[in-house]
């Protein structure tokens, strides 16, 4: 085994943040560590946290981390960012939120910029995920805001999504349409002080009866998190999904597809890099790309031509 | 020239239909069509319209769409649907808008839906704007939810871009992170009639002060798009904005990326594409992808190795 994973499997927290860094870029030197770690993992319960920007999500996963601290868990969290440049400086003022934990040796803290990645969350996460299982965190938190594509790439990373609510005037039935109900496992109405808490939180039932799930009707939990009120009755419903998973053998069964998906991902992303690197050094490429920019060869049929004189040969 | 080719460049909408989803699902048959009316593009003039959700997108596009008719102009559009749970019904709702203009041969719309794309823009959004000018569109108006990471995408596919904001109580300042100010080329502030708006409209102004640009410092317009009112002096500066692109020569410039882009994003699409399509179709690869599942392998480590066992050989 390399000295880093030893190192990491010891609780090693430069050596974690030093592996997380290159699985983040893909660096091959995190290849070797990767496949030593990888009979360390399988520990770890990954809890994703999803909603609209502003349904206070940081605020839940550090009530959560308070909680889980107390009992005596460690835990990693992985916040991904996508650096928009309209919610850009809302997602970094709830970063600042967090800061309490960064003191604590048993919270590993990493934000993940989403920005120019594919859609849905980078693969680096998931990656990022199992390093944090090997490092011996018992729960594992992703947070991200669900705008844009993002939010369906949580179920493929977290073994219980949380979607975060918050109950806003006239909003309440527009941010319950199609596709929240098949990405969460738990829906939390936050700010549940506010007016059209208990509406909303009708909605999401009734809205349950429409689309019915086998074995697990997603419970509605309402929380203050600011004021850290509801935060217990949500750990023991995300235990209750747990247990749930378990049961039913849905738990492994979703961390094989987690896997298979990392490692397609992971040569679609490296397939991307090094074309991009190829067309970067490579003469022949190059005067192609200024034929195609002016206007010497059309974009479309040049790229596929380029492909079609050469299959992928893969092994 | 292909047939096909010959009825789009006559304003056959049906054959302009049939290019237009061929080269969304990058159909190797688009690619003599694409190559044949690549000499025809070159003079429609294209309008990014981007912002935050129900800032009225598509009020600004429909009403732009409106006055561009009654110039006489032939309009095509592009919205760019994320598709999102959160949004898409928002989303959906604004399309419903635009139905009038559906009823107008001159008006072509079409909705590209974004999920599980490469972060950006789809790249056939691209394509789509090169065949909307090659079918004689004189103006092309891509519409973008500012969500996620969609909305650095519209610098690469549009002349001109609109980023619209909406006063919001409290929000003004949040939403004019950095970042905004490189994408705009104009501001609208829409729903002008609301609380704020001089105020954000003052803002705007401000922060040009800290990020001037060269040349060109972009206008901030007020509109209510709701009922007209603005739209005229948009369009305005819209042009003005177009003049100055003309005497800089960035609009050729802008035009040269633009075309590069496309092809670098086709063939890395085309790349990951053809690795699914091998991955579900070759013995050998379906066995490494069980055995990563199976954690015989390990994700990072198996697809490094893989792309390693071969080189991406390209010509």
Redesign the interface.
């Known amino acids: 085994m390399t000295d880093v994973a030893l190192r990491l499997l010891a609780g090693d927290l430069r050596a974690l943040s030093q592996v997380m860094s290159s699985?983040e870029r893909?660096d091959?030197e995190?290849?070797?560590v990767?496949?030593a770690l990888?009979a360390h993992t399988?520990r770890a319960y990954t809890i994703g946290v999803t909603?609209?920007p502003g349904a206070g999500k940081s605020t839940i996963v550090d009530r959560l981390t308070e909680l889980l601290r107390r009992e005596g868990s460690t835990v990693g969290i992985i916040a991904a960012d996508?650096?928009?440049?309209?919610?850009?400086?809302?997602l970094l003022g709830d970063r600042v939120r967090m800061q309490r934990h960064y003191l604590d040796a048993q919270v590993f803290i990493r934000s993940v910029a989403?920005?120019?990645?594919?859609?849905?969350l980078p693969r680096a996460i998931?990656?990022m995920v199992r390093l944090l299982d090997a490092a011996g965190k018992s729960i594992v938190l992703v947070e991200t805001?669900?705008?844009?594509?993002?939010?369906?790439g949580i179920m493929e990373v977290a073994d219980t999504v949380l979607v975060t609510l918050v109950p806003e005037s006239g909003d309440a039935i527009?941010?319950l349409?199609?596709?929240?109900m098949?990405?969460a496992d738990i829906f939390v109405i936050n700010k549940a002080d506010r007016e059209g808490a208990g509406q909303m939180a009708a909605a999401v039932t009734a809205m349950q009866g429409l689309a019915p799930r086998q074995g697990w009707t997603p419970p509605v939990v309402l929380t203050k998190a600011h004021a850290g009120e509801g935060i217990p009755e949500l750990w023991s419903k995300i235990q209750e999904h747990r247990q749930h998973l378990i049961q039913t053998a849905e738990l492994e069964q979703r961390r094989?597809?987690r896997?298979?998906k990392?490692?397609?991902e992971?040569?679609?992303g490296?397939?991307?890099r090094?074309?991009?690197g190829?067309?970067a050094n490579d003469p022949?490429?190059a005067a192609l790309?200024d034929r195609?920019?002016?206007?010497e060869s059309?974009?479309?049929?040049?790229?596929?031509?380029?492909?079609?004189?050469?299959p992928?040969?893969?092994?």
Chains 1, 2 share one sequence.
């Open positions: 699985v893909a091959p995190a290849a070797p990767m496949q990888d399988g909603g609209p996508p650096t928009s440049p309209f919610t850009g400086g809302a989403t920005r120019g990645q594919s859609g849905g998931k990656t805001v669900g705008v844009g594509q993002t939010e369906l527009q941010t349409k199609a596709g929240v098949e990405i094989q597809q896997r298979v990392e490692f397609v992971m040569v679609e490296e397939l991307g090094r074309w991009r190829r067309l022949v490429l790309r195609v920019a002016r206007k059309e974009p479309y049929s040049a790229a596929l031509q380029l492909l079609d004189s050469s992928l040969t893969l092994y």
